[in-house]
């Protein structure tokens, strides 16, 4: 448990103590798949089910919460393969919250792991089926996230899918 807390505190930042930062090409507004549609990134297909803001996630059998000046957007995400195969995700790899300009964040592996209640952020998915995660994001609270952006693999180009639906 205390070599877990100390990967949690020693990882770079998305701004002052929150997930892993990185930068992408800014989304285009025309190209965001609907939240609650599947999106395709080969091999595999994604969807958006709920996004909530919150101050405190499950961590385990206890709860974390956000540190100051940050809060936590829960995605929870459904992924299926997009053909009668067995496929892989790896939820801190393939997964990043963007803003409008591509600055994103990726989420914390020991964090996913806790929240979900299982040891790794890489999860294999049978053929003909699909899971359900809770994808937790700690990032500040002036951070404005437009679009889930997900990958399929290494070679696929991402699709990125609305955090609300459209009004």
Not at 24 to 53: N, Q, Y
Not at 102 to 120: H, L, S
Not at 126 to 137: A, D
Request: charged share 20%; with cysteine; aromatic share 8%.
């Amino acid at each position: 448990m205390l070599y877990l807390l100390a990967s949690l505190l020693s990882t770079a930042s998305c701004g002052g103590a929150a997930d892993h930062e990185i930068s992408f090409s800014p989304p285009e507004p025309h190209t965001i798949s609907a939240f609650g549609e599947w999106a395709e990134s080969t091999p595999l297909l994604f969807r958006i089910i709920k996004v909530s803001v919150e101050d405190s996630i499950p961590f385990g059998e206890a709860t974390e919460k956000a540190t100051k000046g940050n809060h936590f957007v829960v995605i929870r995400l459904q992924v299926m393969p997009d053909q009668k195969a067995q496929s892989m995700v790896d939820y801190a790899k393939q997964v990043s919250l963007v803003d409008a300009s591509g600055k994103g964040c990726q989420p914390d592996e020991f964090r996913f792991g806790a929240t979900n209640g299982i040891n790794t952020s890489a999860v294999i998915i049978k053929s003909g089926r699909f899971v359900e995660y809770s994808v937790p994001f700690l990032v500040p609270k002036d951070f404005k996230p437009l679009a889930l952006r997900c990958t399929g693999d290494a070679d696929s180009e991402p699709v990125h899918i609305a955090l609300r639906r459209e009004e």
